[in-house]
């Protein structure tokens, strides 16, 4: 049921970005996405793929959340409707805050009807109360879980999903096909949920003015928040009219701003910023979206890879000790996994360390190396060693090889810069151009145009538009 709703959700996500789109492409701008990507908005499968993302984190954490509710009104207060009610109480009040913002139809339909299969298939299946040994497996089920939670919890920090992309995917073949199936699906769901200034590109209608002039200091002012003036009316996301001295802003929730042009122009920022977080409907989906991606989806991977395990077991041995064995192994593969993380701290390393481990043969220590010159700031050239890790196997190393260009003063990191924007790893490519910009490589500037307009990944597309505002570079309809 979550992945029919969340393939429903971002497909008609999908369609609505690609008539935007098209609108902003009628109108002469460069759109991101390009338009080797806007063919897939109309297809099925990345929708599908894309809305994988909801399942394994909204889904997952529905579905989890509703079966304990579901199994303590049968087993706990042994179907009592007093307590029914009290259960059902707070199922509308979550339903409510849901859409306390504005009604979200997608949402509201994951918050009813999976709740409603789960209760119903618990309900039907009408397990008896748990046996003994029953109870046992799953007291060792709740130890596991709190062992390996608290193990993780170590990793905890800003940069933990990183680390696991470095280790435990992007150094083997399988992770690195699972990084790509998700770098290539992750912002179709992201479009679903994002505010108005999360966007990348917003587009605005404006209403017929007296004064050519104010017309062309708005379109410019906004021109560089990224809002784009189309002129379909009804398909912007913002409509703005314009009347004697004052502005009026409505959002596509109805949500409206009104001030005096003067103040307008004055404080742009923060009335946009206003604008958006009135018109945010979906501020408590992404809140849920992020605690099940924290616990949800982490608890499905271990119910998952216990079930294949006990199931594996159990071609050898009986019920129990099968799922016995099951969670010691799940168990076992969990902390062998957290030992493939890094354990050194990068804040202990010396410069006079840095060559050494920067030339080593565990790419670990060169990533490690790569992300202390990140950190601190450092100037890579005088290791005089960009040269060689541009050819480096390992596509972490390469990835803050790039990262770490970010910072620096010769003019010979703009060409390995240059060189990193054609490896073939994404990754690479999206921080290479992340540098670039940071950097504030002027002469790249067509170099970066002609890549926005032909990558076919749309992660590269978004960095490259990113690094092309950082130079200076604005939208106009001779794009």
């Not at 080797?36 to 529905?62: C, E, Q, W």
């Not at 999903?161 to 990084?179: C, F, V």
């Not at 003036?229 to 409509?239: R, T």
């Not at 620096?408 to 240059?418: M, Q, S, T, V």
Request: aromatic share 10%.
């Amino acid at each position: 049921m979550a992945q029919i709703i969340a393939t429903l959700q971002v497909f008609i996500s999908n369609l609505a970005l690609h008539e935007k789109m098209f609108w902003l492409a009628q109108t002469g701008y460069q759109t991101v996405p390009n338009q080797k990507i806007l063919p897939t908005l109309k297809m099925i499968s990345p929708a599908f793929n894309g809305g994988l993302f909801f399942t394994l984190t909204v889904g997952v954490g529905i579905s989890l959340l509703s079966l304990a509710c579901v199994w303590s009104w049968k087993h706990l207060c042994h179907l009592n409707k007093a307590f029914l009610f009290v259960f059902l109480g707070l199922w509308a009040t979550a339903i409510t805050a849901l859409n306390w913002h504005g009604f979200v139809p997608m949402p509201t339909l994951h918050a009813i009807l999976i709740p409603a299969v789960v209760a119903t298939v618990f309900l039907v299946l009408n397990p008896n109360d748990l046996e003994r040994r029953s109870r046992l497996t799953l007291l060792l089920h709740f130890i596991v879980m709190s062992l390996l939670a608290l193990l993780w919890s170590t990793q905890m920090n800003t940069a933990l999903y990183i680390n696991i992309r470095d280790n435990l995917l992007l150094s083997n073949t399988p992770g690195i096909h699972l990084n790509d199936f998700y770098y290539q699906y992750t912002l179709y769901p992201a479009e679903v949920f994002r505010n108005l200034n999360q966007k990348l590109i917003k587009t605005y209608h404006l209403s017929e003015t007296e004064d050519s002039r104010i017309h062309q200091r708005l379109k410019r002012k906004l021109a560089s928040y990224d809002y784009l003036l189309i002129s379909k009316k009804g398909k912007a996301d913002v409509e703005i009219d314009v009347e004697k001295e004052q502005i009026r802003l409505l959002g596509n929730r109805q949500a409206v701003i009104e001030t005096d042009l003067e103040n307008f122009f004055k404080n742009t920022r923060q009335i946009l910023q206003d604008l958006s977080n009135s018109n945010d409907a979906y501020i408590h989906f992404r809140t849920v979206t992020s605690i099940s991606l924290l616990v949800g989806f982490p608890l499905a991977l271990y119910w998952l890879f216990t079930g294949l395990l006990s199931l594996g077991f159990s071609l050898f041995l009986g019920r129990q000790p099968s799922t016995i064995a099951g969670i010691a192994v799940c168990c076992l593969l969990g902390v062998l996994l957290l030992f493939l993380m890094p354990q050194e701290e990068i804040n202990n390393l010396t410069i006079d360390s840095l060559p050494g481990m920067l030339m080593s043969e565990d790419w670990k220590d060169t990533v490690a190396a790569l992300k202390k010159i990140d950190a601190d700031k450092i100037d890579l050239y005088p290791f005089n060693l960009a040269q060689d890790l541009l050819q480096h196997p390992s596509i972490p190393v390469r990835y803050w090889l790039a990262r770490s260009l970010a910072v620096g003063r010769h003019p010979d990191d703009e060409k390995h810069l240059i060189t990193l924007m054609q490896d073939p790893h994404p990754n690479v490519v999206c921080q290479a151009v992340y540098s670039i910009g940071k950097r504030r490589f002027g002469n790249v500037r067509a170099r970066l145009l002609t890549t926005i307009k032909r990558s076919d990944h749309w992660y590269v597309q978004l960095y490259t538009y990113n690094a092309l505002r950082k130079l200076g570079w604005k939208q106009s309809t001779s794009n």
